[in-house]
């Protein structure tokens, strides 16, 4: 599967902040449940690419 592979996988998506001063992502699904921590400076490098991404994806779509 790729970036451009369409699927009917449904998952649930969570971010925050954890005890431990890092950045989590949680994937949690039928048959994933994945915890996924960053330090905060590659979290905020992650928020980067997630804006410039949609930032591009919006611009295809019109």
Known sequence: MGINSENSVVADLQIGPTDQGM???????????????????????????????AAQARKQSK
């Open 23 to 53: 950045v989590r992502i949680y994937v949690k699904g039928p048959d994933v449940d994945l915890p996924m921590d960053f330090d905060p400076d590659d979290a905020l490098a992650i928020a980067e690419e997630l804006s410039a991404a």
